[in-house]
């Protein structure tokens, strides 16, 4: 708990020390009200995986191990071993895990769709007034 020290704020956790200690969480056992946290947090913060895995570098330094990181956010069978949460709505599990999924790989894969601007060729040549 000593590296969250610098990340609280009168006796409250940081955003950055939320998301890293949640994080951290999901890479030891990944349990599904984790899984919940992170996602509400994520969603209310609008961050996106890469400024999580800043999170967690601030607060547990750089030695992250962030192939393993991704891994564990796209791990679900421990948490889906656990019964429902109070107030989890029927489609609410899917909806987490489909998050992590995209978002863990949009972060690994670009988009395989081509978009017709990204084939449009543009002249950065310095116009000339009067030419």
């Not at 509400?40 to 890469?50: C, D, H, N, R, Y």
């Not at 109070?86 to 690994?108: H, M």
Request: net charge negative; with cysteine; proline share 5%.
């Amino acid at each position: 708990m000593a590296e969250l020290a610098s990340f609280t704020e009168q006796r409250r956790l940081s955003v950055t020390g939320i998301v890293a200690t949640k994080l951290h969480a999901i890479l030891d056992r990944g349990t599904r009200r984790d899984f919940f946290d992170l996602y509400v947090t994520m969603q209310i913060q609008a961050l996106g995986i890469a400024e999580c895995l800043a999170a967690m570098r601030d607060v547990y330094g750089p030695e992250l191990n962030e192939p393993l990181l991704l891994r564990a956010l796209t791990y679900f069978e421990d948490a889906e071993r656990e019964a429902t949460l109070p107030g989890e709505g029927a489609n609410d599990w899917t909806t987490v895990k489909d998050f992590f999924l995209t978002r863990v790989g949009q972060l690994l894969v670009p988009p395989t769709k081509v978009l017709a601007i990204q084939a449009r060729e543009v002249d950065v040549r310095p116009r000339h007034e009067g030419a």
